[in-house]
Nanobody, 119 residues
């Protein structure tokens, strides 16, 4: 039922910055744990950053010090601010939402947005 739409991807030079946005549907956005993943060509998706409903954040080692995940519950949106980008950051970035309930865990994905960092 939850729809996730990513935006903000594109082409940027090494050392530059991008801010990805993920707009979510639904009135229970504030209850969802949100995350950003990325996928390199021919590889599995890897976790980049997570943010809990309470605002606690965690980052992959590759993202620490450069990326910042945040959320605006009033706008039903999660962001990924990416600074000091490197060519190895080039990937398709996916927004993910998880909702924990008495039944189980609901898991939702966006369609992805391409980020390309030139050297």
């Amino acid at each position: 039922q939850v729809q996730l739409v990513e935006s903000g991807g594109g082409l940027v030079q090494a050392g530059g910055s991008l801010r990805l946005s993920c707009a979510a549907s639904g009135r229970t956005f504030s209850s969802y744990a949100m995350a950003w993943y990325r996928q390199f060509p021919g590889n599995q998706r890897e976790l980049v950053a997570t943010i809990s409903p309470g605002g606690n954040t965690r980052y992959a080692d590759s993202a620490k010090g450069r990326f910042t995940i945040s959320r605006d519950n009033a706008k039903n949106t999660v962001y990924l601010q990416m600074n000091s980008l490197k060519p190895e950051d080039t990937a398709v970035y996916y927004c993910n939402a998880k909702l924990y309930s008495t039944i189980g865990v609901s898991d939702y994905w966006g369609q992805g947005t391409q980020v390309t960092v030139s050297s």
